[in-house]
């Protein structure tokens, strides 16, 4: 990872702040090279209003009340709403943290939206990494802002599902699927982006051996980290019970803005496809295939070996003191 004496990278992490965004949080904490500057918050995993108070909720439980939180989009660009799906409820529990409790933070989110947010960082840092790990609709609304953007921002999401199958259905990734204009804009408009999806993520599995290593810490938030991603686990044992663990789809794409070694790419234009059967399905934008400037890396090998025991080292430093 980088050295100690490097400078830290400014993140933000735009969240849907269920149990894998909360272990995306515990990392960038845990991470000497990291400078966590704010959560920019949006819906999926739970609605935007439960992400804020997960957020504000699990950084007040790592001791780090002084990052601050902004409110994200509500819904996909061509919706009016937005409802938890069955599944999501299943996976990340009724509250998104495993229905386990935590105290509501007395703080709340910043007067200052989540897009606006972005905006004035992206121009203010320059060493800012954007890492989106739900839906990409507050980047695509920032995009439509202020397009200058594109020169300025430094992406690393979570999302799609390019030489695999996707988790919502044998096309569609969960994050894409959530917006897909948005994150058809997002991969068309010249933005540059490393695109951590299921390709790596499911290679890169917690079991519950690493869980009783928490647990045994006896800390309030290693408890927490514990009984959460058992839940998560035990989730996976339903949908997806060949895999033997949880996939660390957030914390992959955080450890990635940090050290990029960790993934191996390739480089391509995409696009997301918006209409049936295929809605969802990210893809090689034929239209740029034989374009010189590929605006995207999409992550196909990852050091899952190297990442599980860097997230177990940074993690665990945290929440053993918490």
Same mark, same amino acid.
């Given at each position: 990872?980088?050295? +100690? ?129 739900? +839906? ?23 999302? !799609? ?44 599995l917690l079991t519950r ?41 957030? +914390? ?27 809605? !969802? ?24 070996d190297r990442f599980l ?14």
């Amino acid at each position: 990872m980088n050295s +100690p004496s490097t400078a830290p990278t400014s993140l933000i992490l735009d969240l849907d702040t269920g149990i894998d965004d909360a272990l995306a949080i515990a990392y960038a904490l845990g991470s000497a090279d990291a400078r966590l500057i704010g959560i920019t918050t949006t819906y999926g995993n739970v609605r935007t209003d439960q992400s804020v108070a997960n957020s504000l909720a699990v950084l007040d439980l790592l001791g780090a009340s002084d990052v601050p939180v902004f409110r994200g989009l509500t819904h996909a660009r061509a919706s009016d709403a937005f409802e938890v799906s069955e599944i999501s409820a299943f996976i990340h529990g009724r509250n998104g943290l495993g229905n386990v409790d935590l105290p509501a933070s007395k703080r709340t989110a910043s007067e200052q939206s989540a897009v606006d947010f972005i905006i004035e960082a992206s121009k203010n840092i320059d060493d800012l990494v954007y890492v989106p790990t739900g +839906p990409l609709t507050n980047v695509a609304a920032a995009i439509d802002k202020d397009p200058s953007i594109v020169d300025r921002l430094t992406v690393v999401l979570m999302g !799609g599902a390019v030489s695999v199958a996707g988790n919502v259905n044998a096309y569609a990734e969960a994050n894409i699927s959530q917006d897909p204009e948005a994150a058809d804009l997002v991969f068309r408009c010249g933005l540059h982006t490393t695109v951590i999806g299921l390709d790596v993520t499911l290679q890169t599995l917690l079991t519950r051996h690493e869980t009783q290593q928490w647990r045994d810490m006896g800390t309030r938030a290693s408890t927490f980290c514990a009984e959460m991603t058992d839940y998560y686990i035990t989730a996976y044992d339903t949908t997806a019970p060949d895999l033997g663990g949880c996939g660390l789809h957030d +914390p992959l794409a955080v450890a990635v803005a940090l050290d990029p070694s960790l993934v191996g790419t390739h480089a391509m234009n995409l696009r997301v496809d918006c209409d049936e059967p295929t809605r !969802g399905r990210t893809i090689g934008d034929p239209s740029r295939l034989n374009s010189p400037v590929k605006t995207a890396k999409v992550a196909l090998t990852v050091d899952a070996d190297r990442f599980l025991a860097e997230f177990m080292n940074r993690v665990g430093s945290l929440v053993a003191s918490r």
